[in-house]
């Protein structure tokens, strides 16, 4: 149960700064969205990859080879790329400056990206905008989840935190919408399209500057007096000595380690780093990128016209949008390890259903019969709808609360490259993937989701209701697995008050 000394309310203020923050998560899910459409758009291929777009033309066109291009694949994921280098600057960032700065910077490098992206003429002005949004993506990812975990308060820290993952299905949507309405918009929609990116940034931009700090920053900073205004401020209560001397000793503990990424590979780190790299793998091989970046794409392979393909992702992110908001509200009820759970079981009847019938009815030549078509829309939507609830929010909360302080910005790091790895290789990977392994992609990623389950059954606690400075001692040292990582007598500098 969340600790009652720690007393707080909900402020106008508060709200308004969660809000804010989420922005982050909005360009990030923006451009998710924003990728798969435009390289399923006409003009956008003449003008950059003229190969692929008269291999869409040729009348025999293979189902699952028609976009397989390296080139192509590299626009998307070089994004990714650079977000995975990009987030250890952004731990460096975080330490020294703090996170409110990293998240201005954020929100810098993603209008450059925006910029660039929309005034391209040739290739490497593409590829170097998206490098750009690569970087702003890597700070914000870094930053935004840990600031919105350091100001929640305990009761509603995993509603709190969910803000961010809700943002990027409201960015995916909104990037549906927008390919939508630009597919028609001859010759320059994509322009529009990749441009749009920089609305999102402006708004965590002007919100950056209106924000406060989070208190653990300010302390950790030796700021202890702004640290503990900041607090009073975002809790809306003057009475909060007890959360701050709960902070002022993780500050002093954290204080002593002068080189965290070191500190991250001894023994008693290694639960949170294990549990933050493993969500975050396994958030990209449930197969949700794949679908959401190339859900266009996938709908053309299942036989529908360009706009009807369009139209059906934007039905996929509103189902996205929606089944957030059931996380919002269940998270600090139920808990993580049961939404993990159910979701694990809903995502592998979606992806065993959509493979099934991929490979019994679609030819590499042909389409599949409305019914059937309709069919795979619907289990598209279930798995969002699972995902949405579960590893998608999640993979980003767990790790941003389950890190002690002075592990805290490097262990995210390792959570958010890991990631963007995962993404990058995912991105690149996918579309060659169906080429070659067509409907039996979605067994592989239905195989990996049967060891998401039993990893989550055997090494992840739950972490419901824990203050995040009291996760060794409540959750790690009773942990039947992970307490065999406490037992050398050094463990003692991990105790938190």
């Given at each position: 149960m969340a600790d009652p000394v720690f007393k707080s309310k909900i402020t106008p203020y508060v709200f308004t700064s969660w809000i804010l923050a989420a922005f982050g998560g909005l360009m990030f899910g923006y451009d998710i969205g924003i990728s798969g459409g435009v390289t399923g758009m006409d003009d956008f291929l003449i003008k950059f990859f003229p190969r692929i777009y008269e291999r869409k033309l040729h009348a025999a066109e293979n189902n699952y080879c028609k976009y397989d291009d390296q080139l192509l694949q590299l626009f998307t994921s070089s994004l990714y790329l650079a977000a995975l280098v990009s987030s250890f600057f952004a731990s460096k960032a975080c330490n020294v400056l703090g996170r409110k700065p990293t998240i201005l910077m954020a929100s810098t490098f993603f209008m450059a990206g925006a910029a660039l992206s929309a005034a391209a003429q040739v290739g490497w002005m593409l590829i170097l905008g998206r490098i750009l949004f690569g970087v702003g993506v890597g700070f914000g990812n870094e930053a935004v989840p840990?600031?919105?975990?350091?100001?929640?308060?305990?009761h509603l820290r995993g509603a709190v935190n969910i803000l961010f993952q809700l943002a990027v299905t409201v960015g995916i949507f909104i990037a549906n919408l927008v390919n939508y309405g630009t597919s028609t918009m001859h010759p320059n929609?994509?322009?529009?399209?990749?441009?749009?990116?920089?609305?999102?940034?402006?708004?965590?931009?002007?919100?950056?500057?209106?924000?406060?700090?989070?208190?653990?920053?300010?302390?950790?900073?030796?700021?202890?007096?702004?640290?503990?205004?900041?607090?009073?401020?975002?809790?809306?209560?003057?009475?909060?000595?007890?959360?701050?001397?709960?902070?002022?000793?993780?500050?002093e503990i954290a204080s002593k380690i002068k080189q965290p990424f070191k500190k991250l590979m001894k023994k008693q780190s290694l639960p949170p780093l294990v549990i933050a790299v493993s969500l975050q793998v396994f958030q990209q091989f449930t197969g949700i990128n794949a679908i959401m970046f190339y859900a266009p794409v996938l709908f053309q392979t299942l036989g529908f016209?360009?706009?009807?393909?369009?139209?059906?992702?934007?039905?996929?992110?509103?189902?996205?949008?929606?089944?957030?908001?059931?996380?919002?509200?269940?998270?600090?009820?139920?808990g993580?390890?049961?939404?993990?759970l159910q979701a694990c079981c809903q995502m592998l009847i979606s992806q065993v259903a959509i493979g099934v019938i991929l490979h019994l009815k679609l030819s590499e030549t042909g389409s599949l019969d409305k019914g059937l078509a309709a069919v795979v829309v619907v289990m598209v939507c279930t798995f969002?709808?699972?995902?949405?609830?579960?590893?998608?929010p999640l993979g980003w909360l767990i790790p941003s609360e389950t890190f002690p302080l002075e592990t805290r910005t490097a262990g995210f790091a390792f959570a958010v490259s890991s990631n963007m790895l995962f993404t990058f290789v995912i991105a690149q990977m996918f579309l060659s993937m169906m080429c070659h392994m067509k409907a039996y992609i979605f067994f592989f990623f239905s195989a990996w989701i049967v060891v998401m389950g039993l990893f989550v059954i055997v090494l992840l606690p739950e972490t419901k209701g824990i203050p995040i400075d009291s996760m060794v001692e409540r959750v790690w040292k009773k942990h039947p697995v992970w307490k065999n990582c406490f037992d050398d007598d050094d463990s003692k500098e991990y105790e938190m008050a």
């Open positions: 840990l600031f919105l975990t350091e100001i929640a308060p305990v929609g994509w322009r529009f399209s990749l441009g749009g990116a920089a609305v999102p940034a402006v708004v965590l931009f002007a919100g950056s500057l209106v924000i406060t700090e989070s208190p653990a920053s300010l302390v950790e900073r030796k700021r202890e007096e702004e640290g503990k205004a900041a607090l009073k401020k975002i809790r809306g209560v003057d009475e909060v000595d007890a959360e701050f001397e709960e902070i002022l000793s993780a500050c016209k360009s706009d009807a393909s369009l139209l059906s992702s934007v039905i996929t992110g509103l189902v996205n949008v929606g089944s957030t908001f059931v996380a919002i509200f269940l998270v600090d009820k139920v993580r390890r049961k939404l993990l969002v709808m699972s995902f949405a609830w579960s590893w998608g």
